[in-house]
């Protein structure tokens, strides 16, 4: 049975519509994020979970109980925001103590708890520290405990690294996942960065406009996206215009070049579809003056980008496409500037979707 | 590296000095002048014995320590809840608040008594209204300005807005997020507010001799223009004072930074957060 439920949340901002209905449950324990860029309608109904901000309509139920009109400081969820959140006046212990002291346990058991977390989050050594002692990364993970340490019904964690450096960033949202697993905790994760939602996730709601694009596991969001936007926000994607050409066999046209995609079965010949291709998909071939075999795109790498392991070329087709593609560095040497290549992609690889 | 001053720097750095220190140092002299007897104390020791220079000072202070009172219960949520809810509300209270440099101290004063007396039933009038303490109420007005400016500027320096949710989110009510949270950590500006309140109330001469009361000002001025040595004795006395009130927020306020900076050690799991009616008592 579904722990937390989003049920019709609708929330206007004068003319602009920041939620417009939407609607999600969590079973006790998942992890979602809500994943979209700024404006999408994540923070709001982040804050609407929380309670501070009201829904213009819907409700928010935890554990079957309908928490919509509920004051935040009476709903039993921790929080973690984007920065500046610790009580500057408090060491980090009695940070994590307030959310214990507001609920009138008993010292000791308080010090034993703020302790525990404090230990999970790797700060035993930090206890007396004000929170302008503290790195960045460890003031997030004070929080972390601090939102934890009530034993809250569900965590919410606002961008909770976005203030931080992309090495600290990578390891405290391990960090968080593995604190939320191991804790066992129903949270919500919101963010506009794409790799820490699908890193960290049980599943991903994509948001755009107030609304939700796709609601899936992060291999799903990724492998396979079920609309335009969440195509174009999720990695990085090749998209080209192109034309049923034959629907039994499955082929299409790309602006001349007939090549094989499974995904076109069973579509009438001449459909305008857009055909969706991961860089990583796809694979090159020197095409030295011989003519090309059929089924690829030839054309002219234009650019090449080393990224570490892999190499990232862009790729100029004769019919007009322009494609990226993304290959092991050690292999990208013989790809160079101006060199001539047939594109291909496994038949199975490539998604379409309507235009 | 060290950067040397440049002379155009200490030349006007020296005449900045000497326009505040001279007028002081001739009134100490002065002050100390017996006519042909030389140098000495009497001036003092006559202002020192004189019962008026005690009652009208310890008026002054409570008069002070009053409007610091009032001015703070009323100020101190007022910019918080501006800030917190009201953000669209900003410019238009500071713009009230500049109202006090506007209207002239008879208007102020004129204004508030007939505006009390239009409603106060009469035990309120006896009580409140037709005695000296109904100088509190134009004191609050006047230093609006200052303490508003003040805590706004305390406030601005930190994410009130996130830690009044973080608080919340922790289960606190309304007033412990103020008094626990909030309130700590505008410490030096509800310090800061509080001087300047209680300076400009020792300091104010006009209201309270249009309302002819003989508050400390008052009673310098009426010395002043009677005798001339005790006169300036009470001048270094009245600086003096200033400068003591200042330094008693001072220490005040230190006393809290180096508790946060440094905080003793198995502290850790005691509060820190003074009581907000501490703070706003030893002032």
């Not at chain 1, 234009?302 to 087709?317: D, M, N, V």
Request: net charge neutral; proline share 6%.
């Amino acid at each position: 049975m579904a722990y937390l439920e989003m049920q019709e949340l609708r929330k206007v901002f004068g003319t602009y519509t920041a939620l417009g209905g939407v609607s999600i449950s969590l079973e006790e324990g998942e992890f979602l994020s809500f994943l979209g860029p700024s404006g999408c309608g994540k923070t709001t109904a982040l804050r609407i979970i929380a309670g501070f901000l009201q829904p213009d309509s819907g409700r928010v139920v935890i554990g079957g109980e309908d928490v919509t009109t509920r004051a935040p400081n009476r709903r039993d969820i921790g929080m973690v925001f984007q920065a500046y959140s610790l009580f500057p006046n408090m060491t980090a212990a009695q940070n994590v103590a307030f959310g214990l002291k507001v609920r009138k346990w008993p010292s000791a058991k308080r010090d034993a708890r703020v302790s525990e977390l404090l230990e999970i989050v790797g700060l035993s050594h930090a206890v007396d520290r004000y929170p302008h002692q503290l790195s960045g990364g460890m003031q997030q993970r004070v929080a972390l405990a601090r939102a934890l340490a009530i034993e809250p019904r569900v965590l919410l964690l606002d961008e909770p690294l976005s203030a931080l450096d992309a090495l600290v960033r990578v390891q405290l949202r391990d960090e968080i996942r593995r604190v939320q697993s191991q804790l066992g905790i129903t949270t919500v994760y919101v963010t506009h960065d794409q790799e820490e939602a699908l890193s960290v996730s049980d599943r991903v709601a994509v948001m755009y406009a107030g609304g939700i694009e796709q609601l899936g596991t992060p291999a799903e969001i990724y492998g396979a996206p079920s609309t335009r936007f969440v195509a174009e926000f999720i990695g990085t994607m090749n998209r080209l215009e192109s034309r049923v050409a034959d629907g039994d066999s499955g082929a299409v046209d790309i602006n001349g070049s007939i090549v094989p995609v499974d995904a076109v079965r069973g579509r009438p010949a001449g459909q305008e579809v857009l055909l969706l291709l991961r860089p990583e998909a796809i694979t090159l071939e020197h095409l030295n003056g011989k003519p090309p075999e059929p089924g690829g795109l030839s054309g002219e790498v234009t650019a090449q980008s080393f990224l570490g392991a892999i190499t990232r070329l862009k790729i100029a087709a004769e019919n007009g496409s322009e494609l990226i593609a993304n290959v092991p560095s050690t292999g990208a040497q013989a790809f160079s500037v101006n060199q001539r290549v047939v594109v291909r992609f496994p038949s199975d690889s490539a998604r379409v979707l309507d235009v | 590296m060290k950067r040397r001053m440049p002379i155009s720097g200490v030349v006007v750095l020296l005449i900045g000095a000497l326009y505040f220190i001279v007028p002081i140092a001739c009134t100490i002299k002065f002050s100390v002048e017996q006519g042909h007897q030389g140098f000495g104390f009497d001036a003092y020791r006559q202002i020192l014995n004189d019962p008026t220079f005690r009652d009208t000072l310890w008026f002054s202070v409570q008069l002070a320590l009053e409007t610091t009172i009032v001015t703070m219960v009323l100020m101190v949520p007022t910019v918080y809840w501006v800030h917190l809810r009201l953000p669209k509300a900003r410019p238009w209270v500071e713009s009230v608040t500049i109202l006090p440099f506007v209207i002239p101290p008879i208007v102020l004063v004129v204004g508030l008594f007939d505006f009390f007396k239009s409603f106060s039933p009469d035990w309120v009038l006896e009580n409140f209204v037709f005695t000296p303490k109904f100088l509190v109420t134009a004191y609050v007005v006047l230093a609006l300005p200052f303490v508003y400016r003040a805590l706004d500027a305390g406030v601005r320096a930190v994410d009130i807005q996130t830690l009044t949710e973080a608080a919340q989110s922790l289960g606190a009510s309304r007033s412990r997020t103020l008094f626990r949270v909030i309130l700590p950590n505008l410490r030096e500006a509800v310090l800061a507010a509080c001087l300047l309140t209680f300076v400009i109330v020792l300091g104010e001469f006009t209201i309270a001799s249009i309302a002819l009361y003989q508050t400390f000002p008052v009673y310098i001025t009426t010395i002043g223009s009677a005798e001339a040595f005790p006169a300036a004795a009470l001048t270094v006395i009245a600086v003096g004072l200033t400068f003591l009130a200042a330094a008693v927020f001072l220490v005040i306020g230190r006393m809290g930074m180096r508790q946060r900076r440094r905080p003793p050690i198995g502290a850790a799991m005691t509060s820190v957060a003074p009581a907000a009616g501490a703070t706003l008592g030893e002032a």
